[in-house]
């Protein structure tokens, strides 16, 4: 399987990943947590990202591509993969619509998640990570068991940089102008799902499970 998932900052696209990996055993590839993870080891591609997501902006597409051309390279990548995050704009979607013809192979489907904004605001500021493991929380939604601390691994919890109020509404404003125009675009090409993203996590999934079966 060869998915996409799209929605704008906080539609749940990480918490719909975990589930869809496991589902059909493929590789969660999400720009935002290789661009996170490049930041937290400072490395080149992190220093130049963080200018940019700090102020809740899109990382350039051409280091956006280098880092997901270098991710298709590993050997994992090869039966099928699910794209968190990526493509962002019509620039990513047509690179990655290139690089599906010139290796033969091809997207199964685009999952977009529909999520209103007052919602967004409100999941975003209730969300916490975990430090070592990644697992997403939801003060509102979904609580850890003992406070500020991972139900999975004991990792302390975290606010994203990027979910401060200002910034979010900036990412969303990002989202309508760059990213939503790729609605139209793989909706033209007949392999867009939408789900209501605003229903809980695991109905949301067993929505796009149903959608999936179908195509
Ligand atoms: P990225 O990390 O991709 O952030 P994002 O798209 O803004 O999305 P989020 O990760 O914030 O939200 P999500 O949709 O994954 O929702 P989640 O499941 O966590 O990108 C970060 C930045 O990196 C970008 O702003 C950009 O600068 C840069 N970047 C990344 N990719 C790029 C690209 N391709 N090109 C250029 N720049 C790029 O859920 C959110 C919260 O809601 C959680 O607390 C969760 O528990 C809760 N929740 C989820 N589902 C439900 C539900 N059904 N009901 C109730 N609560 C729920
Ligand atoms: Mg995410």
Do not use: W
């Not at 399987?1 to 590839?29: D, E, F, W």
């Not at 990644?134 to 509102?140: D, E, H, Q, R």
Request: hydrophobic residues 35%; negative net charge.
């Amino acid at each position: 399987m060869r998915i996409v998932l799209l929605g704008s900052p906080g539609s749940g696209k990480g918490t719909q990943a975990c589930k869809i990996i496991t589902k059909y055993n493929i590789p969660h590839i999400s720009t935002g947590d290789i661009f996170r993870d490049n930041i937290k080891r400072q490395t080149e591609i992190g220093i130049e990202a963080k200018k940019f997501i700090d102020k809740g902006l899109l990382v350039p597409d051409e280091l956006t591509l280098q880092i997901v051309e270098d991710r298709f390279d590993q050997p994992d990548c090869a039966a099928g993969f699910l794209l968190d995050g990526f493509p962002r704009t019509l620039v990513q979607a047509e690179a990655l619509e290139k690089e599906m013809i010139s290796t033969g192979k091809k997207l199964d489907a685009v999952v977009n998640l529909e999520v209103n904004d007052d919602t967004i605001i409100r999941r975003m500021t209730g969300r916490r990570v975990c430090s070592k493991c990644g697992a997403t929380y939801n003060l509102m939604y979904n609580k850890p068991i003992v406070d500020e601390t991972c139900d999975k691994c004991g990792g302390s919890l975290y606010v994203r940089d990027d979910d401060k109020i200002e910034t979010v509404t900036n990412r969303l404003k990002v989202y309508k102008t760059e990213t939503q125009p790729l609605i139209d675009f793989y909706r033209d090409r007949g392999i867009l799902i939408t789900v209501n993203g605003e229903q809980d996590a695991e109905v949301v999934f067993q929505n796009i499970s149903k959608a999936l079966e179908q195509f």
